[in-house]
């Protein structure tokens, strides 16, 4: 094996390799979760300032589209004035509405977005997968050290006692 390959790491190195990658693998999942809650947040806003804008017709153009609306329909139909006014009111009530029920959608929406719960899952098959993992240790021989060791009377119980 070659030195890319790991082979001829001392254990500081890999240790340090092993943290710098988690750490990315952290900023990464984090990097994710904002970017779908910034997702959700942006459909919230939406939904909201559909409501406003609901809000804001049924408040500011009642009183000039009621009396605009109510002469037009008198005069295109001659009824009676009080009934052009109520048909007048009729039709703005029906925009708000409309306005609302949009602004209800978006919050829907926002309330079933999965972004958090995505990254959620993610990082928690991230740690079942890092539980899992055994370390392989490689034997160390004479002949890879050029050193002459000599093996323990009890090899197992030190295995035993280091993991």
Same mark, same amino acid.
């Given at each position: 094996?070659?030195?890319?390959?790991?082979?001829?790491?001392?254990?500081?190195?890999? %240790?340090?390799?092993? *943290?710098?990658?988690?750490?990315?693998? %952290?900023?990464?999942?984090?990097?994710? =979760?904002?970017?779908?809650?910034?997702?959700?947040?942006?459909?919230?806003?939406?939904?909201?300032?559909?409501?406003?804008?609901?809000?804001?017709?049924?408040?500011?153009?009642?009183?000039?589209?009621?009396?605009?609306?109510?002469?037009?329909?008198?005069?295109?139909?001659?009824?009676?004035?009080?009934?052009?006014?109520?048909?007048?009111? =009729?039709?703005?009530?029906?925009?708000?509405?409309?306005?609302?029920?949009?602004? %209800?959608?978006?919050?829907?929406?926002?309330?079933?977005?999965?972004?958090?719960?995505? *990254?959620?899952?993610?990082?928690?098959?991230?740690?079942?997968?890092?539980?899992?993992?055994?370390?392989?240790?490689?034997?160390?021989?004479?002949? *890879?050290?050029?050193?002459?060791?000599?093996?323990? =009377?009890? *090899?197992?119980?030190?295995?035993?006692?280091?993991?």
């Amino acid at each position: 094996m070659s030195a890319a390959d790991g082979a001829d790491r001392s254990l500081g190195q890999l %240790v340090a390799s092993a *943290t710098a990658e988690m750490s990315a693998l %952290v900023h990464d999942e984090i990097a994710l =979760a904002k970017a779908q809650l910034r997702q959700d947040v942006k459909r919230a806003g939406i939904g909201s300032g559909a409501f406003l804008a609901a809000g804001a017709v049924l408040i500011f153009s009642l009183p000039m589209l009621s009396f605009a609306l109510a002469y037009g329909i008198q005069s295109w139909s001659g009824w009676h004035l009080s009934v052009c006014f109520l048909l007048s009111f =009729a039709a703005n009530v029906l925009v708000a509405v409309l306005l609302a029920l949009i602004g %209800v959608a978006f919050a829907k929406k926002a309330k079933k977005g999965k972004g958090p719960q995505k *990254t959620v899952a993610s990082a928690k098959e991230t740690a079942a997968v890092l539980q899992n993992v055994k370390p392989h240790p490689r034997p160390v021989t004479a002949s *890879t050290t050029g050193l002459s060791i000599e093996k323990p =009377a009890d *090899t197992a119980a030190v295995a035993r006692s280091s993991s």
